[in-house]
C-alpha cells in the first residue's frame, strides 16, 4: 500500500462486512423466496402478505430501526441495498416494504416519542403489524401542505376528519385495513380565534400540519377504494382512507403541534433515496435480461448483440444504470439518518435513478423484440413498474422544482 | 457437543476464471469469492445440529489471505459460534497433506467430538483434504454424506456410483464430507448478522500451530506446474442427420479409420 492509502479495497456497494454479508442474504432471498412469487402476484394484483412476514423474520423490514427496537440499527446505504436487491425481481413488493419500513417505521423511529417507538417499532420491524403514511389526498398531491384533512381537538382525543388516497398498504387485501398509519393533519393553532381562523383557511397561507399515529380498530377509520388495474405495482395494495369523525387519542400525536411539515422534511431524504435505489434495481435486471437474450438471439446468422443498435441499447443502459449506482450509494453513504442536510443530492439521485430505469427497461423490451412485450420475460412488468417512480413519492417535477430552488440558495454546491 | 467444520473460500460459481501472469494458478484480483458449495452444506449439517441440541458449539475454521475473513463471517452470520483463522503466508502453495496438516494442528487444540468438511473444493477437486485430516487426527471417518443423523452414534448415508447408497454408522470423535444438495443452507438473517459482529475471529499463524516449516509451497509434495486452457481440439466433425444416419455415418466413420 502506498503512503497516500489504497482506495481501490474500499466497497462503496458494500462498505462494512455487514453490509457485505446483507448482500448475501438478499441475493439468495430474492432469487429463492421472491423470484418465484413475482409475476403471479403482479398478475392476480395481491399482495403477499406471507413473504412480507417472511421479511420480517429475517430482518428485513426494520434495517434502520434501533436495534432495542427489533431492528437492525444499520445506515442508508443497507436500506438501499434491501429496495434495490427486492427491486431486481418485484418492485411492486419492494414498494410495499419501503412504504412500510421507510415511509411509515424509520419516520416513526426519527419522530415519534420513546412510549410511540416502543409501541410500533418492534410490531413493524418483526411484520407483525403493516403500516403506511397518509399524504397524499384525493385533490392534494405536490401541494400537500394544502392538504384538506383536520385533527380537531377535543378534550384526550383529536377527531380526524379527511380522506387519504393512493395509500401504499391502506389495506393488506379487499377487506383488511392495514394496521398503522402516519396521518398528516391540519391542526388549528390554539390561540386562533374564529376570526383569525376563517382569515387562515381563506388564504393560501400554510396550515398547521401535525402527524398522528392512528391504528386500525378506530371507530370511523376504515378502507375506502381499493385502486386496481393499477398500471404498474400491482403486487403493492394501494388504497384510499376514510377518515369520518376518528378519535385518536393525544398521545398518538408525534410530536407537537404543527411540527408535521418538519416530520415530512426529516424523512424525504431517505424516502427519495430508497425510491432511487428500487430503480437501480429494476435496471440492473433489465440490463441482464437484454444481454443474455442479445447474446442469445440470432437474426441474420449472427447473435443481434452483434448488430450496433443493438448495441447502443445494451452500452447505454449498462453505463446509465452504473452511473446511476454509484450515485445513489455515494448519496446514501453520506446521508445521517438522524439529521438531515443531503436533500439536494437525495433529490437528484430520484430525478435521475427513475428516469435511467424507465430508459434502461424500455431498452429491455426493445431488445426483446416481442418477447419483451410478453408478460414471461418480465421486463414489461420491470418497465410498467418504473414509471411509478417518476411520481409517487415526488413527481420528477417536484425534484425539477426543488433542485432549481436548491441550487438558487446554495451554489457553493456546485463548486468543489 | 463441540462441532469443527472446515471452510474453504473459492472462487464464485459466477466469477470469470483467467490464468494468472506466471500460468500456475487463476488471476484473483477483482473476482468474488464464495465459501465452497460443499463446505456450506457442511456448515448447514453443524448448524441443525445446534438447532436441535442446546449446548452445541460450532467453530469455523479456514487458511487463506485476508478475504477469507469475509467467508468466515458469513458462517458466523449464519449461527457458529467461533472462527478459527489461519492467516499466514507461509500456508500458501500447501498441498492437500499440507493444508490437512494446519486443520488437524486447530482440531488438536478445539477437540471437537465431530468435524465436517466438504467432500471436495470447488477449485482443486482433489477430495483428500477431508479423508487425510481424519488419518492424522486417528478418528473414523466417511465421505459424501447426501444425510446425517445423530441419535448417540453418527449416522450418515452416502453417496456411491450410480446413485447407490451405503449407510455407514460412526462414533465420535469422527470427521464427515458433505456432498452439495445434502441439505437446504439457510442465509444470514439480520439479527444473525449484527450478531455476528461480536463474535471472535482467532487469528493464527502457522508458527502458533507449531508447523513452521512443514507447510506451504516448499513442503508440498504436490507442485502445480502449469494450469492452462487445452488448445481447441482440430479436426473434428460433427455428423449430422437423423439418429439412423449419424450411427450409420459414424459406423463408417470408425471402419474408415480401421478401428474396427
Ligand atoms: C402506486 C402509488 C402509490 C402511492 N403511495 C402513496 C403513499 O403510500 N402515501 C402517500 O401519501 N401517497 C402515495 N402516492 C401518491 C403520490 O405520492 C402522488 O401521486 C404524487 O405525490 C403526486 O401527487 P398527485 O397524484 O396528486 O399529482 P399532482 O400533485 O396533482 O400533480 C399533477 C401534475 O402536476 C405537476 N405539478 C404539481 N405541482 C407542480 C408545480 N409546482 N410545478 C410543476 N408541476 C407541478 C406534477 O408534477 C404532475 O405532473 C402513491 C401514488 C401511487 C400512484
Known amino acids: 500500500m502506498s503512503s497516500t492509502g489504497d482506495a481501490r479495497p474500499f466497497d462503496l456497494l458494500a462498505p462494512t462486512p455487514e453490509h457485505a454479508l446483507l448482500q448475501g442474504t438478499l441475493r439468495e432471498f430474492v432469487a429463492r423466496e421472491v423470484e418465484p412469487q413475482a409475476n403471479e402476484h403482479d398478475r392476480s394484483e395481491r399482495f403477499n402478505h406471507a413473504l412480507f412476514r417472511r421479511a420480517g423474520e429475517l430482518g428485513l423490514l426494520g434495517v434502520t430501526l434501533p436495534e432495542e427496537y427489533g431492528g437492525a440499527g444499520l445506515d442508508a446505504v443497507a436500506a438501499v441495498q434491501v429496495c434495490e436487491a427486492l427491486s431486481t425481481s418485484d418492485p411492486g413488493f419492494a414498494l410495499s416494504v419501503l412504504a412500510h419500513s421507510i415511509l411509515f417505521a424509520h419516520n416513526v423511529s426519527v419522530n415519534g416519542s420513546e412510549l410511540q417507538r416502543k409501541h410500533v417499532l418492534p410490531r413493524a420491524a418483526s411484520g407483525e403489524w403493516i403500516g403506511g403514511l397518509c399524504m397524499t389526498e384525493p385533490e392534494v398531491g405536490t401541494d400537500v401542505l394544502a392538504l384538506r384533512t383536520t385533527a380537531k381537538r377535543d378534550g384526550d382525543v383529536y377527531r380526524i376528519t379527511g380522506r387519504k388516497t393512493f395509500i401504499t398498504n391502506g389495506g393488506v387485501d379487499e377487506k383488511t385495513l392495514g394496521d398503522c398509519f402516519i396521518v398528516y393533519a391540519a391542526t388549528e393553532p390554539e390561540r386562533s380565534e374564529g376570526g383569525e381562523r376563517a382569515r387562515r383557511r381563506a388564504s393560501s397561507e400554510p396550515k398547521a400540519i401535525s402527524s398522528f399515529l392512528v391504528e386500525k380498530g378506530m371507530p370511523g377509520f376504515s378502507l375506502g377504494q381499493k385502486w386496481k388495474d393499477k398500471a404498474g405495482m400491482r403486487a403493492s395494495f394501494t388504497a384510499e382512507l376514510v377518515f369520518d369523525d376518528v378519535p385518536v387519542p393525544a398521545e398518538n400525536r408525534m410530536g407537537e403541534e404543527g411540527e408535521g411539515t418538519l416530520h415530512m422534511m426529516r424523512n424525504l431524504e431517505i424516502e427519495r433515496l430508497t425510491l432511487a435505489a428500487m430503480s437501480l434495481g429494476i435496471a440492473q435486471r433489465s440490463v441482464q435480461v437484454m444481454v443474455d437474450y442479445a447474446n442469445d438471439r440470432k437474426a441474420f446468422g449472427k447473435p443481434i448483440r452483434e448488430f450496433g443498435q443493438i448495441q447502443r441499447y445494451v452500452a447505454e443502459s449498462f453505463a446509465e444504470w452504473r452511473s446511476a449506482r454509484t450515485f445513489v450509494y455515494d448519496v446514501a453513504r453520506r446521508i445521517d439518518l438522524h439529521g438531515s442536510g443531503q436533500r439536494l443530492d437525495a433529490d437528484a439521485t430520484k430525478l435521475v435513478a427513475t428516469q435511467m430505469a424507465k430508459r434502461a427497461a424500455d431498452a429491455a423490451m426493445q431488445v426483446l423484440g416481442g418477447y419483451g412485450y410478453m408478460g414471461e420475460y418480465v421486463v414489461s412488468r420491470l418497465w410498467r413498474d418504473a414509471k411509478l417512480l417518476e411520481i409517487g413519492g415526488g413527481t420528477l417535477e417536484a425534484h425539477h422544482k426543488n433542485i432549481s430552488r436548491e441550487l438558487a440558495r446554495n451554489p457553493s454546491m456546485l463548486r468543489d | ?260
Not at chain 2, 488471476?27 to 448447514?44: C, G, M, T, V
Open chain 2, 1 to 260: 457437543m463441540k462441532i469443527m467444520v472446515c471452510i474453504k473460500q473459492v472462487p464464485h460459481q459466477d466469477a470469470r476464471l483467467d490464468v494468472n501472469g506466471a500460468g500456475t494458478w487463476i488471476q484473483e484480483e477483482n473476482i468474488k469469492f464464495e465459501i465452497n458449495p460443499y463446505d456450506q452444506n457442511a456448515l448447514e449439517a453443524a448448524l441443525q445440529l445446534k438447532d436441535k441440541e442446546a449446548g452445541t458449539e460450532v467453530v469455523v475454521v479456514s487458511i487463506g489471505p485476508e478475504r477469507v475473513t469475509q467467508s468466515l463471517r458469513t458462517a458466523l452470520g449464519m449461527g457458529a459460534d467461533r472462527a478459527v483463522h489461519v492467516k499466514d503466508g507461509a500456508a500458501d502453495g500447501s498441498d492437500s497433506l499440507g493444508t490437512a496438516k494446519i486443520l488437524a494442528a486447530v482440531a488438536k487444540a478445539e477437540s471437537p467430538d465431530l468435524i465436517f468438511a466438504g467432500f471436495m473444493s470447488d477449485d482443486g477437486n482433489l477430495a483428500a483434504t477431508g479423508p487425510m485430516l481424519a488419518t492424522l487426527l486417528g478418528i473414523p471417518h466417511t465421505t459424501t454424506a447426501v444425510s446425517f443423523q445423530k441419535n448417540g452414534a453418527i449416522q450418515v448415508e452416502r453417496e456411491l456410483e450410480g446413485g447407490a447408497l451405503e449407510v455407514v454408522e460412526l462414533n465420535t470423535p469422527c470427521l464427515v464430507t458433505t456432498q452439495t444438495g445434502m441439505n437446504q443452507v439457510r442465509y444470514a438473517s439480520l439479527k444473525g448478522i449484527m450478531a455476528a459482529k461480536k463474535k471472535p475471529i482467532d487469528v493464527k499463524t502457522v508458527a502458533d500451530l507449531g508447523l513452521a516449516g512443514q507447510v506451504g509451497a516448499d513442503a508440498a509434495k504436490i507442485k502445480i506446474e502449469k494450469l492452462y486452457t487445452p488448445p481447441k481440439g482440430q479436426g473434428a466433425e460433427i455428423l449430422s442427420g437423423s439418429v439412423d444416419e449419424v450411427v450409420g455415418k459414424l459406423v463408417g466413420k470408425i471402419k474408415e479409420l480401421g478401428l474396427l
